[in-house]
């Protein structure tokens, strides 16, 4: 039977060379370096939602980026409260350091299939004890997503979502009613995932077969050289400027 090909008409990276991609960002974010080398880290996401068609994920994301690089340049000319400019110069400094690294792995979730992951990181030799819990992890956060918005869809039928009147009533126990559910749910779709990882048989040792083919191509390496060469060049230029 023909295997399906992960590669459509849109661009399209390797799993491995995404977590790759993520690496390097998280690495880097770890030193201490200046806002434009940053600055190329930031913009590094932003193309990739991109390249997934995800233009209101870009947007949104460029507009916090971009107002955490502006907190950050112009930390010290803003004249207002010192424990306003306190808290934005910290957020601002968070978002920097972190929110790039947390939209790569946002986009790793959402551009990524769970065929594709497993058969990524099996063609690597990834132990079967690493597959099952990436596995579930990949379908437990759209799960949770989904079972959220029902639960949101089921509280605004009996009108104690926030903004109508019976939520501000009893606030506490609308929260409750919100926080209780998906409390028990986050603890169901958990076992539920790994039983069903286990019934498809990932902990079974022999080799297995997929119809999903992934494999590193041309587009994965140039992606890899033009991130790389870009955070080594501004990086470089900094210096000697």
């Given at each position: 039977?023909?295997?399906?090909?992960?590669?459509?008409?849109?661009?399209?990276?390797?799993?491995?060379?995404?977590?790759?991609?993520?690496?390097?960002?998280?690495?880097?974010?770890?030193?201490?370096?200046?806002?434009?080398?940053?600055?190329?880290?930031?913009?590094?996401?932003?193309?990739?939602?991109?390249?997934?068609?995800?233009?209101?994920?870009?947007?949104?994301?460029?507009?916090?980026?971009?107002?955490?690089?502006?907190?950050?340049?112009?930390?010290?000319?803003?004249?207002?409260?010192?424990?306003?400019?306190m808290v934005i110069v910290l957020l601002g400094g968070f978002v920097l350091?972190?929110?790039?690294?947390?939209?790569?792995?946002?986009?790793?979730?959402?551009?990524?299939?769970?065929?594709?992951?497993?058969?990524?990181?099996?063609?690597?030799?990834?132990?079967?004890?690493?597959?099952?819990?990436?596995?579930?992890?990949?379908?437990?956060?759209?799960?949770?997503r989904r079972e959220h918005a029902a639960i949101h869809d089921a509280a605004m039928m009996r009108g104690v979502s926030i903004g109508r009147?019976?939520?501000?009533?009893?606030?506490?126990?609308?929260?409750?009613?919100?926080?209780?559910?998906?409390?028990?749910?986050?603890?169901?779709?958990?076992?539920?995932?790994?039983?069903?990882?286990?019934?498809?048989?990932?902990?079974?040792?022999?080799?297995?077969?997929?119809?999903?083919?992934?494999?590193?191509?041309?587009?994965?390496?140039?992606?890899?050289?033009?991130?790389?060469?870009?955070?080594?060049?501004?990086?470089?230029?900094?210096?000697?400027?």
């Amino acid at each position: 039977m023909k295997k399906e090909s992960s590669r459509k008409r849109r661009f399209h990276l390797d799993p491995r060379i995404k977590v790759l991609i993520l690496v390097m960002i998280a690495t880097i974010e770890m030193f201490n370096l200046n806002i434009w080398v940053m600055g190329v880290i930031g913009a590094i996401p932003f193309f990739l939602y991109l390249t997934d068609h995800r233009i209101s994920g870009a947007i949104k994301y460029s507009i916090v980026f971009g107002l955490s690089v502006l907190a950050h340049v112009f930390r010290t000319d803003m004249q207002i409260n010192m424990v306003l400019n306190m808290v934005i110069v910290l957020l601002g400094g968070f978002v920097l350091k972190l929110f790039p690294a947390f939209a790569t792995g946002e986009y790793i979730l959402k551009s990524t299939s769970v065929s594709e992951m497993i058969s990524a990181f099996s063609a690597i030799g990834l132990n079967r004890k690493m597959l099952i819990p990436l596995s579930v992890m990949f379908r437990f956060f759209p799960t949770i997503r989904r079972e959220h918005a029902a639960i949101h869809d089921a509280a605004m039928m009996r009108g104690v979502s926030i903004g109508r009147k019976r939520f501000w009533k009893n606030p506490g126990q609308a929260f409750e009613y919100r926080i209780v559910p998906l409390m028990i749910t986050v603890a169901n779709i958990g076992n539920d995932l790994s039983a069903a990882a286990l019934s498809r048989g990932l902990d079974n040792p022999a080799r297995h077969t997929t119809y999903t083919d992934v494999k590193i191509g041309m587009t994965d390496i140039i992606t890899l050289i033009c991130i790389v060469m870009s955070v080594t060049a501004v990086f470089v230029i900094s210096k000697l400027i």
